[in-house]
């Protein structure tokens, strides 16, 4: 361990990722009185179900006929609320390497791009198709200015008062940033220009109206082209050229640019963690869905088995029989047989609620 | 096949038990476009759910918090709606022959208590337990009374109007059908006598208050014995003779006997179907949840496979993959890949809800 540096975080189980499996590995994690610090590159818990399609009807979760990723991830969140994960978001795990802890027993010394590190005993991918990250605008030099004057995401609602704004991007999220720096108040861009492909933009009927709102008063302006460069001086980003439609190029002066191209995901680092992959998938078993690396589980769509589907309901099958297989590897000389929420006092008490009534668990079968 | 019998029923998919995995069976099968034919022992679905823990809390069914066995069983009858799958409650499945069918193919020939009978191309063991079927009274030359003075379950609320009736049973079933005959109104028996083999009964406090007015009434009676013999004279049942707890012996008159010693889970006659057994439990792969026999899958709490866990949301996964494996079977020519609800047009259609909105479902990545 380097000098300085505070200690990693110890802990009996490390999820990474915080979509619904990730969410559900720790319940059933929970359920075997394992609790569970939870990792993920997104801002918020969900995943997929938040970013992709936190509006959209899902309807194949099971007895839920249904509902909106949004509302599965609620739910799911109040369902592991007994559990108090500790969840550290808008970082991805940027390294994990093996150890031999103090007690010869293995560990895995896990480190996130926020410096963030872990010792932990046992390891969840529920990584899904890999860290949602955003996708991002490659022309010769611009990571330089990454933080400073470029920004995937506004790091606040101010962050673009007064200055000269160059906004890339064609859906929701570039539309709502166009707006909301366009429009008067106290954080008002000095000028607005939003660039996208083409001057069509994906967002709500009612956003277009606002933008062609703003547009029609002078507010803001849309620019249709494609970005080719980045002109800078003395370390200072000092506009963003575009081929526009008709062969032309643009030059289009700004203190900042915002692009909002979406989301990406990357496996990342994953590949280089040791356990065995098969076409970028993790592979697995279907008993405890560990990994080639003892203590190392894949849940849901991350992973790959004979039969695998990538639908939610299996992952929280995996998430299941996985929290099962790390019961066993933390606390070996336990029993490990199925309990039930609905007569466990055990499970029960884990779960914070009332033990089951007694007359109603005693012979329900019998006279 | 014999002459005069209705012909049986042609069907793609027969799933044996309505529990909550047999329902959602139903669904996934439906996902597939394969229509499903369900039969069930018990008079309403649901299985155990309805059965052992109706008005119990479920809490490990994902994202559903907290959820009684009755509430899982109609949230997943809502959700199986539009494939409106035809139940045949009420009966249990006494043989399964293989045929080979006109095409070639194999038929499935099952044949229920009641006589239903079916030629399916695939069968969907999810009998759970077993089926739930009344635990008798076993007593020399009792059965053949049954249906006619001997009852497990009152075939109708006037059944016993104005009869001499025993009841043998020391839980709720037992309490309410003594409450219900002995009350005064249209229904009410000449007598009622309620056996139990102590005085002491289980069932809500309100329903105990109500046993002890009747009590207190004389409109009932309460004898602690275990019943040990019949009389009957002419084909008739006389009377039930009962050992008390004082080493004395009652003969209690009657003119019907209905017996409330819960419900039995019974494996059957699946032991002799050929498909393979460990311990009782059909052994599957878990690829596609098949048994030993092509066209047999085995599904939730009746199964067995390396890392089986008895939980409803296994059997869930299960499901699902089985469904896939029914499709490949029944349209080998078909791509079987994984279609999600949130954006593929045929399962809306299947689902018989709105297409997925074309502007959101299209490059949410994307700029």
């Known amino acids: 361990m380097s000098e300085g540096r505070a200690d990693p975080i110890v802990t009996d189980a490390l999820i990474i990722g915080a979509g619904p499996v990730g969410l559900f590995q720790v319940f059933e994690l929970g359920l075997q009185d394992i609790r569970a610090h939870v990792v993920d590159a997104l801002p918020h818990p969900g995943g997929q179900c938040t970013e992709l399609y936190a509006d959209k009807p899902i309807y194949d979760i ?86 400073s004057q470029l920004f995937y995401r506004a790091p606040s609602d101010e962050a673009f008062a007064g200055r000269h704004l160059v906004i890339v991007g064609g859906e929701d999220a570039a539309v709502d940033a166009a707006i909301r720096c366009a429009e008067p108040g106290l954080n008002k861009a000095a000028s607005v220009t939003l660039v996208h492909r083409r001057d069509t933009f994906a967002a709500p009927a009612a956003q277009l109206a606002r933008l062609q709102l703003l547009r029609d008063s002078g507010a803001l302006r849309v620019v249709a082209g494609q970005p080719t460069a980045i002109e800078h001086d003395g370390g200072v980003l000092k506009a963003l050229q575009v081929d526009t439609p008709d062969d032309g190029t643009q030059s289009l002066p700004l203190d900042a640019l ?110």
Chains 1, 2 share one sequence.
């Open 62 to 147: 099971p007895a839920l006929p249904v509902a909106t990723g949004r509302e599965l991830v609620e739910r799911l969140l109040q369902q592991i609320a007994p559990f108090a994960p500790q969840l550290h978001l808008g970082q991805e795990v940027a390294s994990l390497q093996k150890l031999a802890g103090d007690d010869g027993r293995t560990v895995f010394a896990v480190e996130t791009t926020k410096g963030l590190r872990f010792h932990a005993r046992t390891v969840f991918i529920a990584a899904g198709v890999g860290a949602f990250v955003p996708r991002r605008l490659k022309l010769d030099g611009i990571e330089a200015f990454e933080d």
């Open 258 to 367: 915002l692009v909002c191209w979406g989301l990406s995901p990357k496996l990342g680092p994953i590949a280089k963690w040791g356990v065995a992959l098969e076409r970028r998938q993790v592979i697995v078993d279907t008993k405890k869905f560990e990994t080639s690396e003892p203590g190392i589980y894949a849940v849901g769509d991350v992973n790959t088995y004979t039969g695998k589907r990538k639908l939610i309901l299996c992952g929280f099958h995996e998430a299941t029989l996985a929290a099962f297989g790390a019961a066993a590897r933390l606390r070996p000389d336990d029993s490990h047989q199925t309990l039930y929420t609905t007569s466990s006092p055990k499970l029960r008490k884990l779960l914070g609620v009332a033990p089951p009534d007694d007359a109603a668990s005693s012979g329900t079968t019998g006279g």
